[in-house]
């Protein structure tokens, strides 16, 4: 079955990095989109940055410059980088993918960024 499974998340000072994983299976990974969303405190759940399975990366204005979302087909990964965080990128970040119209979500890693 489709499984993805988020890594990498803690806590952190504003300005400083944290790098998220997420690990893929049960699906062909290199032939899907793949996705990061986000659900801030009170917000609702909201793209970050997806990735084609050609590389074109897509994502949203408030984290361009600051996050990279990049994939790994040989290992299954997906991964955003994070550099210059700030407190309102505190949030539960979720890997997604949408296969064939049917939706997957991992189980969230929370990052908290706070002085």
């Known amino acids: 079955q489709v499984q993805l499974v988020e890594s990498g998340g803690g806590s952190v000072q504003p300005g400083g990095s944290l790098r998220l994983s997420c690990k893929a299976s049960?699906?062909?990974?290199?032939?899907?989109?793949m996705r990061w969303y986000r659900q801030r405190p009170g917000k609702e759940r909201e793209l970050v940055a997806a990735?084609?399975?050609?590389?074109?990366?897509v994502a949203v204005e408030s984290v361009k410059g600051r996050f990279t979302i990049a994939r790994d087909n040989r290992e299954n990964t997906v991964s955003l980088q994070m550099n210059n965080l700030e407190a309102d990128d505190t949030a539960m970040y979720y890997c997604?993918?949408?296969?064939?119209?049917?939706?997957?979500w991992g189980k969230g890693t929370l990052v908290t960024v706070s002085s």
């Open positions: 990735i084609s399975p050609n590389n074109h990366i």
């Open positions: 049960g699906f062909t990974f290199s032939s899907f989109f």
């Open positions: 997604y993918a949408n296969l064939f119209n049917d939706e997957y």
